[in-house]
């Protein structure tokens, strides 16, 4: 008796023949076909797209993702928008994650999950530029005859992150700009 096997090779099923096991007998003949087909890839396509609506200024590729799963390939890379980047990956669970960088908040699509045979995921994540806060407080010493209160003040801030004016406050008032330069002045 005899039996023809191979060593598995990732994502190649094999077919043997008939003539790949059974008996044989002296001077007999047999023929083994051993055929392999290669399966259809498993795969997740990653696309970054990064929103820079409050002054931020970075790109898909300042951004490192990171695949787990079944032997993902590549398994950490820098961030492509559209068409994105293919990950091979085996069947099974998988998560797709990155590294924060600061100043955006992420969004994931379809980033996690579980993945069969031949079966195309795609991932998307997106990255929002958050916009800065500045928190003008205003405070007034009276101990030498003065009787202004802080809403006594104007306040102005100007420059390319933004322009507010607004009265003076010793809780503090709190601004949304861009990223950007700001100067802060005051008037009566």
């Known amino acids: 008796t005899y039996n023809v096997t191979e060593l598995l090779v990732a994502g190649y099923a094999a077919s043997f023949s008939s003539g790949c096991s059974g008996n044989i007998t002296n001077g007999e003949v047999k023929v083994c076909n051993i ?9 997740i396509i990653v696309i970054k797209k990064v929103i820079n609506n409050n002054g931020g200024t970075a790109t898909p590729s300042n951004f490192t993702i990171n695949v787990s799963g079944n ?6 890379f820098s961030g492509q928008g559209f068409p994105g980047t293919i990950v091979n990956i085996g069947t099974g669970a998988y998560n797709v994650s990155e590294i924060p960088l600061a100043g955006y908040a992420a969004s994931f699509s379809g980033c996690s999950g579980n993945i069969s045979a031949g079966e195309t995921r795609e991932c998307n994540i997106t990255n929002d530029d ?4 500045l928190i003008v407080i205003k405070n007034v ?5 003065g009787a202004l209160v802080p809403s006594s003040f104007i306040i102005s801030v100007n420059g390319t992150a933004g322009n507010a004016t607004f009265k ?7 601004l949304t700009l861009n990223a950007g330069t700001y100067n802060v002045t005051e008037g009566f």
């Open 168 to 174: 003076g406050s010793s809780a503090g008032v709190n």
């Open 35 to 43: 055929t392999n087909d290669d399966t259809p890839a498993t795969k």
């Open 71 to 76: 032997s993902p390939f590549p398994a950490s």
């Open 130 to 133: 958050l916009p800065a806060t």
């Open 141 to 145: 010493i009276n101990n030498n005859t």
